[in-house]
């Protein structure tokens, strides 16, 4: 059972949440496979995802999960609703949650806006990342995806590389990654690798090829040009040779070491396609697994709604 009514992060979540987790997903992953995708288990239950952001894997993939357990999905985007008039975050949220919605999904640009929104509602809310904070369904479909390959997470070496400071995904997988007993490497450059990493339990490598030596599984991180204020590394070119994923560089790490990038891809700039298309790389699996594990969340997070007087609603 999830302790909270919400998925606000990872940042705090036990080890035995996460495998909870993953152990449902494992269950919706073969709904997926079927030829029947269709299970009961949202029946009479309705999702939004609220997203102030672009995306197509994340809202697709939340949506495509509630329609899979018979849900009602709908969703809306801030140009096409009344946050164009100025309505308020908070206003938006608790107009939802009067129409009877059990779950929010939201994506917005400021760190801590599910926080904020899980407050102000009586519907669950999930975190599909905030600003600069985390990102925490990316970071358990990635877990799911190591588990699935590798056979478990606890003692794997997993090498992060890129742009760590404008990365929600960086910060929920380190999260998660370590709460399961793995142990991380981060490189990017010195203007990409915020001053706290420290503190977090990971080493923070200066060469990217000492932190993919060895590695078990190597994840690249999209260079986030529209976060960024100001250029932070002198070239695309530089980039790609200090710290992109090369067949060169990824021949350094472990023998049957997994390729992972999140989405979406810069060809060519954090990754070159032949990596990225390499029989190493499981970014589609990523992409599959999301849907999984996006099923098991709205499962859990709606099988623990409380009851009133005595009723489960
Ligand atoms: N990985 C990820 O969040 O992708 P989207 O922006 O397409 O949702």
């Known amino acids: 059972m999830l302790r909270s009514k919400d ?3 990872l940042r705090g979540t036990s080890a035995e949440e996460i ?3 993953l152990n449902t997903a494992e269950l919706m992953k073969v709904v997926i496979a079927s030829n029947n995708k269709k299970t009961p288990h949202l029946q009479g239950k309705s999702i939004i995802t609220v997203f102030y952001e672009n995306s197509t894997r994340t809202r697709m993939s939340f949506e495509l999960a509630c329609k899979y357990m018979s849900g009602t999905a709908s969703n809306i985007s801030a140009s096409s609703s009344s946050v164009a008039k100025g309505e308020t975050l908070i206003d938006t949220a608790r107009t939802l949650d009067v129409m009877g919605t059990d779950i929010m999904i939201l994506r917005h640009p400021m760190s801590g806006a599910p926080h904020l929104m899980a407050k102000s509602v ?5 975190n599909a990342g905030d600003g600069v904070n985390e990102h925490p369904t990316q970071a358990l479909l990635d877990m799911f995806t190591m588990r699935e390959k590798l056979g478990g997470i606890k003692g794997l070496r997993v090498a992060i590389i890129g742009d760590v400071t404008h990365s929600r995904v960086a910060r929920s997988n380190i999260y998660g990654l370590t709460a399961m007993g793995a142990s991380v490497a981060v490189s990017g ?3 990409m690798l915020p001053p706290d990493l420290g503190s977090l339990g ?3 490598v200066g060469s990217a090829d000492d932190a993919v030596r060895d590695a078990d599984v190597v994840m690249g991180l999209r260079i986030q040009l529209e976060r960024q204020k100001k250029g932070l590394f002198p070239s695309i070119r530089e980039y790609r040779r200090f710290f992109g994923l090369t067949e060169e560089r990824i021949a350094l790490a472990r023998r049957g070491a997994l390729v992972m990038h999140p989405g979406p891809v810069n060809r060519g700039v954090e990754i070159t396609t032949e990596v990225a298309d390499s029989r190493e790389s499981v970014i589609d699996e990523q992409v599959t697994n999301g849907v999984a594990v996006r099923m098991a969340l709205l499962f859990l997070l709606t099988r623990q709604k409380p009851e009133v007087g005595g009723i489960k609603v």
């Open 202 to 204: 990971i080493d923070v």
């Open 189 to 191: 450059p010195p203007t």
């Open 122 to 126: 009586k519907a669950a809310v999930i």
């Open 19 to 21: 495998h909870e987790i």
């Open 7 to 9: 998925l606000l992060g």
